[in-house]
Nanobody
Framework: VQLQASGGGLVQAGGSLRLSCAASGHTFSSGAMGWFRQAPGKEREFVAAISWYGGTTYNTGSVKGRFTISRDNAKNTVFLQMNSLKPEDTAVYYC????????????????WGQGTQVTVSS
């Protein structure tokens, strides 16, 4: 499975970005897909996940209410709409695919994309 993330960039605080992640190869069509992020010097952090049927889970402490995850199963693509961005959202964002129906931990995911940089200026 190959995951290709895109859509990162530089944005001012309060702005928006939409990340995309396209999966190719053998896909876990019934599995969860998720987004994680990693800031310099910090551990990789769960951001959001979505099940095959569209059930969603968010890191309630940091992104709930501002970020929305969605997926297009026909296109094997997952999205992360990020609104009201803050400087503390600056990180490399990774998409991941799991064989599990529900997955929020780094260890739950089988495949990872290369990451896309998101930088939010104050």
């Amino acid at each position: 499975v190959q995951l290709q993330a895109s859509g990162g960039g530089l944005v001012q605080a309060g702005g928006s970005l939409r990340l995309s992640c396209a999966a190719s190869g053998h896909t876990f069509s019934s599995g969860a897909m998720g987004w994680f992020r990693q800031a310099p010097g910090k551990e990789r952090e769960f951001v959001a996940a979505i099940s095959w049927y569209g059930g969603t889970t968010y890191n309630t402490g940091s992104v709930k209410g501002r970020f929305t995850i969605s997926r297009d199963n026909a296109k094997n693509t997952v999205f992360l709409q990020m609104n009201s961005l803050k400087p503390e959202d600056t990180a490399v964002y990774y998409c991941a695919a799991s064989s599990r129906y529900y997955a929020t931990g780094v260890g739950d995911y089988n495949y990872w994309g290369q990451g896309t940089q998101v930088t939010v200026s104050s």
